[in-house]
């Protein structure tokens, strides 16, 4: 098999070269390393290296099949995972250059569960300030590109994750997403992602160390370059929190669908909060007729029965509600100036954070009563439909953007300004009711860049939307390595 072929081999084809004698492990380390000294250079996604103990697991991993043990079902793959995930003896840094000497005692469950799986970690990768922007970049590692577009955003939070997939540079990734973190990487830079239940991954090791408290609405997940790895993954990362281990168990039902002719779907590809671009309409439209072409149900009809624009600020409530609780002091002390200078009745993106932000108990409270009141809103509608098809983002991927506050950013859409924050939305429609998602390969632009599909499912389903994007990916095609990489 050529180098270039196994470079781009999804972690379970890996896997099987590996068990097969195809390929060794330390082969195919040397394989990754080769291809980030050749292509990291330019993109910049992954920024710590572990490359002593890579060889190690690699040379053990060798070592246990030559003695023909059973391997795991990574055994000798090479992954990456997100610089927000503690690995014992790394930094864990946020992209916050206060925390640069932050070393890790340990190493967090998910990480732990892929290792267990004999997964071999070459280090970690690219992550914007605190984890709050659709772009990479940061005072300690700098800006991670876009393989597809080098003066485009990879996305983020976990944009270095999606831009180490896509160029092979990683053979499966360990992201997070609380405001479409692994999604919006995955459809910038053309790669799947899932975006997990809430509550059924193990939060622990991924946090600022001031904060051991789970973090509402955030959730840990995969990154691939097939379905088939995020099915994986989610078998080796769905777990109870350390503590409740004794008593509690995760399991994921498997879908009662095997076919696209057995699934009902939902469509939502507007919204009045969000505009989308045409060239991203299109491409899900196509998906879309390929997806009705092969039997699938498509019901334009269905409807989530709930205000769009009021669920969007219920999200924003409950979201930088959460979020807020993180903030440095100076970033909190300055929020709460903001709320007195802009005023109650400013409803600009950065009054609405300001104030969400710092709101009282009582106020997050009601809005998570009315988060529970969607949740039912979203149960309703799964009686009625088996997946939701949405976009991820307004757009594909935006040029950097890096000199003005993200309130004050804007993005073009259909050839106007748009608020760049707008693109929330369409990370509330899973995040808020606490549901999975799964993003698949879509197409491209006329402009070449990547656009996926948003598949959304009933809470506790993540298995159905993925099985399903594997489903779509059997039609529309799946992973194209960007031009350049292969």
């Known amino acids: 098999m050529a180098t270039v072929d196994l470079a781009f081999l999804s972690a379970t084809g890996m896997a099987a070269a590996l068990r097969a004698r195809q390929v060794s492990a330390v082969e195919l380390l040397d394989l990754h390393l080769a291809r980030i000294d050749r292509f990291n250079p330019s993109v910049n996604a992954i920024v710590i ?46 992209g916050d250059p206060a925390l640069r000497d932050n070393i890790a ?15 071999v970690l070459i280090g970690k990768t690219n992550v914007p300030y605190l984890l709050s922007d659709w772009q990479t970049f940061n005072a300690i590692h700098g800006t991670t590109r876009n393989p597809w577009d080098p003066g485009a955003t990879p996305g983020g939070s976990s944009g270095g994750a999606a831009a180490a997939l896509a160029v092979g540079m990683s053979a499966l990734e360990l992201g997070s997403d609380i405001g479409a973190s692994i999604r919006n990487p995955a459809h910038y830079c053309g790669v799947f992602g899932h975006k997990p239940s809430f509550g059924i991954v193990p939060q622990a090791g991924h946090g600022i160390p001031i904060a051991r408290t789970p973090l509402d609405v955030l959730v840990c997940g995969p990154l691939a370059r097939s379905a088939e790895d995020l099915a994986l993954a989610m078998d080796l990362l769905a777990a109870p929190e350390a503590q409740d281990v004794s008593g509690w168990q995760v399991r994921l039902p498997r879908p009662a669908q095997t076919r696209l002719s057995d ?8 919204s009045p909060v969000c505009a989308v671009d045409d060239a991203v309409v299109a491409c899900l439209e196509n998906a879309i007729s390929a997806i009705a072409a092969a039997g699938a149900r498509v019901d334009r009809t269905a409807r989530l029965e709930w205000d769009l624009a009021a669920f969007h600020d219920t999200y924003l409530r409950v979201l930088r509600g959460a979020t807020g609780a993180l903030l440095p002091e100076a970033d909190y002390a300055a929020l709460e100036q903001d709320v007195v200078a802009l005023g109650s009745q400013d409803g600009s993106y950065r009054a609405r954070v300001a104030r969400a932000a710092t709101q009282s108990h009582r106020a997050w409270f009601q809005a998570s009563e009315e988060r529970q009141r969607i949740r039912d809103a979203f149960a309703r509608l799964f009686e009625t439909v088996d997946v939701l098809l949405c976009p991820v983002a307004a757009s594909a991927a935006f040029p950097h953007d890096q000199d003005r506050p993200r309130w004050a950013r804007t993005i073009t859409v259909n050839g106007r300004q748009e608020d760049y924050n707008d693109q929330l939305f369409w990370a509330g429609i899973a995040s808020l009711p606490n549901l999975p998602a799964t993003v698949v390969p879509a197409g491209r632009t006329p402009a070449g860049l990547p656009v996926g599909l948003q598949i959304v499912g009933p809470y506790l389903q993540d298995h159905r939307t993925i099985a399903f994007g594997r489903l779509v990916s059997e039609v529309i095609g799946g992973f194209v390595p960007p031009p350049g990489y292969a």
Not at 69 to 85: D, Q, R, S, Y
């Open 49 to 94: 290296e572990d490359r002593e103990g890579a060889r190690r697991r690699a040379a053990a991993a060798d070592a246990a099949l030559a003695r023909g043990e059973a391997p795991g079902p990574l055994h000798g793959v090479p992954i990456t995972v997100k610089e927000a995930f503690d690995v014992e003896g790394l930094p864990t840094t946020w």
């Open 105 to 119: 005692a340990r190493t967090a469950p998910s990480v732990r569960s892929l290792l267990d799986a004999g997964a």
């Open 263 to 270: 699934f009902r779907v939902g469509v939502l590809l507007g």
